[in-house]
């Protein structure tokens, strides 16, 4: 299976919603922070992405981008990661993120990202 099309929850209790795949892999939807996110003020937030072919990779990986809806700094976050499907049919995704706030100079670029 490992359809990404759907609702997936964090274990910080982070939703993503993905639209439905289109027939070139890609999809669309959007993230709503957890309790995790501290006092930030973080508001539904658009996302991008796109998987592997499942025809062609039964455990594929994926990508995607979220554009922050922060009220006091933008950010961008990127999730690489694969889903993967146990002996009982159940999905589970693993992934990396990467999170980049805007620096004011290039010399403040070296803590923008985490």
Do not use: I
């Not at 072919?53 to 976050?77: I, K, S």
Request: overall charge negative.
């Amino acid at each position: 299976q490992c359809l990404l099309s759907g609702s997936w929850r964090t274990d910080t209790g982070c939703r993503m919603v993905v639209s439905t795949l289109g027939k070139d892999n890609r999809f669309s939807g959007f993230y709503l922070p957890g309790p995790a996110a501290g006092n930030l003020e973080l508001l539904t937030s658009p996302l991008e992405g796109s998987q592997q072919d499942t025809r062609l990779v039964p455990q594929p990986t994926f990508y995607f981008t979220v554009n922050w809806g922060l009220r006091e700094a933008p950010r961008t976050t990127v999730f690489l990661g694969q889903c993967y499907v146990d002996t009982k049919g159940e999905e589970t995704l693993h992934a990396l993120w990467l999170l980049r706030e805007v620096a004011d100079s290039p010399e403040e670029d070296w803590k923008a990202t985490r």
